[in-house]
Nanobody, 128 residues
């Protein structure tokens, strides 16, 4: 069973930065794509960013494009989300998710369906 553990959340002022980490363990030998989703208070869980197994392709929600950067280190079994210029509306629980890198993933990566494994989430609060 793949386990995903997020870390790096916290309280930050508007305009500040945080770097989230997602550590994977017990992953089978296969190509897994990874994504970050978030769920703000009273809101639905939404896609934030995704990255292919190789790291060569990255995807972002319009709301974070230019401010967030996703990356991965497969040797360390980690995926990162660098969040800069944080805004009040970025406040949410951030979740890491992984799914096999299939044609379905490329078609539906913004939705929850392609992801087999989810972490427990890490809270990010942007407040002055």
């Amino acid at each position: 069973q793949v386990q995903l553990v997020e870390s790096g959340g916290g309280l930050v002022q508007p305009g500040g930065s945080l770097r989230l980490s997602c550590a994977a363990s017990n992953r089978p030998v296969s190509r897994y794509a990874t994504a970050w989703f978030r769920q703000g208070p009273g809101l639905k869980r939404e896609f934030v960013s995704g990255i292919t197994w190789s790291g060569r392709r990255t995807y972002y929600a319009d709301s974070v494009k230019g401010r967030f950067t996703i990356s991965r280190d497969n040797a360390a079994n980690k995926v990162y989300l660098q969040m800069d210029s944080l805004k009040l509306e970025d406040t949410a629980v951030y979740y890491c998710a992984e799914g096999r890198e299939t044609s379905d993933w490329f078609s539906y990566y913004r939705q929850r369906d392609p992801y087999e494994y989810w972490g427990q989430g890490t809270q990010v609060t942007v407040s002055s």
